[in-house]
């Protein structure tokens, strides 16, 4: 078989393409990894804006993230930009673009839970409460598989918590939260708010707390934390059903929330035992370590 020479020009400019490809390829993973190390001791040393430049040209280098160099220089860039707004809390531009860079990591990791909530941080940290609603909100309702149940219990439990604080706000006030005397005991009795209006957003706050923890337990049965907030908003409704003069719905809700209390009890020992273990594991493989060098 011949070859015409314009052929063979053409089967040579592909190769020499395909080599200089291939080593640019091979160089910018090697100045990545040299970025992030850098990049890395700069930050530890609070050199942020040091630190910055190298994770931005890293992330030059591999804008689609398609490499772990890439994916890890986004992680630290939005870390970097969030500790610049800490040390200056004047410059809310950082602080944004922060929110931006940490959005960029979650949408080729959804999972990725603490640039979720840093991201509720920094919404909090500028005042910006309707976004930060709209924010959690969304983890709390989202249908991508690849964020766990876990955490979008944990989304629900964030909300249900400020509908608590909201209830509580109004519900263990002096003029509400009254303290009588009960066979020969001092005891606390609530009253309705004189305000109206406070005795609607006391329900309404405790009712919409309560959805959202339920939803928490059904996703996540053994969080805890999501049965704390449904013992702590059962009381909020035997208090309200208390206000209103329902002794018998007052005494139901009561038995729901120490039957929620228990449960928390259990689960937050059986956790804090897990936690005691896997120190004492870490610990005995850093004295082993130690002992064999």
Same mark, same amino acid.
């Given at each position: 078989?011949?070859?015409?020479?314009?052929?063979?020009?053409?089967?040579?400019?592909?190769?020499?393409?395909?080599?200089?490809?291939?080593?640019?390829?091979?160089?910018?993973?090697?100045?990545?990894?040299?970025?992030?190390?850098?990049?890395?001791?700069?930050?530890?040393?609070?050199?942020?804006?040091?630190?910055?430049?190298?994770?931005?040209?890293?992330?030059?280098?591999?804008?689609?993230?398609?490499?772990?160099?890439?994916?890890?220089?986004?992680?630290?860039?939005?870390?970097?930009?969030?500790?610049?707004?800490? %040390?200056? /809390?004047? =410059?809310?531009?950082?602080? $944004?673009?922060? +929110? &931006? !860079?940490?959005?960029?990591?979650?949408?080729?990791?959804?999972?990725?839970?603490?640039?979720?909530?840093?991201?509720?941080?920094?919404?909090?940290?500028?005042?910006?409460?309707?976004?930060?609603?709209?924010?959690?909100?969304?983890?709390?309702?989202?249908?991508?598989?690849?964020?766990?149940?876990?955490?979008?219990?944990?989304?629900?439990?964030?909300?249900?918590?400020?509908?608590?604080?909201?209830?509580?706000?109004?519900?263990?006030?002096?003029?509400?939260?009254?303290?009588?005397?009960?066979?020969?005991?001092?005891?606390?009795?609530?009253?309705?708010?004189?305000?109206?209006?406070?005795?609607?957003?006391?329900?309404?706050?405790?009712?919409?707390?309560?959805?959202?923890?339920?939803?928490?337990?059904?996703?996540?049965?053994?969080?805890?934390?999501?049965? %704390?907030? /449904?013992? =702590?908003?059962?009381?909020? $409704?035997?208090? +309200? &059903? !208390?206000?209103?003069?329902?002794?018998?719905?007052?005494?139901?809700?009561?038995?729901?929330?120490?039957?929620?209390?228990?449960?928390?009890?259990?689960?937050?020992?059986?956790?804090?035992?897990?936690?005691?273990?896997?120190?004492?594991?870490?610990?005995?493989?850093?004295?082993?370590?130690?002992?064999?060098?």
């Amino acid at each position: 078989m011949k070859f015409s020479r314009a052929g063979i020009t053409g089967i040579i400019v592909i190769i020499i393409s395909t080599f200089l490809l291939s080593n640019c390829t091979f160089y910018n993973r090697i100045k990545s990894r040299q970025n992030l190390v850098e990049g890395a001791a700069a930050y530890k040393e609070r050199r942020f804006a040091d630190a910055e430049s190298l994770f931005r040209d890293t992330i030059s280098r591999d804008p689609e993230g398609e490499t772990q160099e890439g994916r890890t220089a986004q992680v630290f860039l939005a870390r970097t930009l969030h500790s610049e707004f800490i %040390s200056n /809390r004047q =410059n809310k531009e950082k602080a $944004k673009e922060a +929110i &931006a !860079e940490y959005q960029k990591v979650l949408q080729k990791t959804p999972s990725d839970q603490s640039s979720f909530k840093a991201v509720a941080n920094l919404y909090e940290n500028l005042g910006m409460q309707d976004e930060w609603q709209k924010w959690v909100t969304a983890r709390a309702n989202t249908t991508d598989e690849n964020v766990p149940p876990e955490q979008r219990a944990e989304a629900l439990i964030i909300l249900g918590a400020r509908r608590y604080t909201c209830a509580n706000e109004i519900s263990d006030t002096e003029s509400v939260k009254k303290t009588v005397q009960q066979d020969g005991k001092e005891v606390y009795q609530f009253v309705k708010p004189e305000n109206p209006q406070d005795f609607e957003t006391l329900k309404q706050c405790a009712q919409e707390g309560l959805d959202l923890v339920n939803r928490a337990v059904e996703l996540a049965p053994n969080n805890d934390s999501a049965w %704390s907030y /449904r013992a =702590n908003l059962y009381t909020q $409704k035997a208090r +309200i &059903a !208390e206000m209103e003069g329902n002794t018998a719905e007052k005494e139901q809700f009561r038995k729901l929330a120490d039957e929620a209390k228990d449960r928390f009890t259990t689960l937050n020992e059986e956790r804090k035992r897990r936690e005691a273990e896997e120190e004492a594991r870490k610990l005995a493989e850093r004295e082993a370590a130690n002992q064999s060098k």
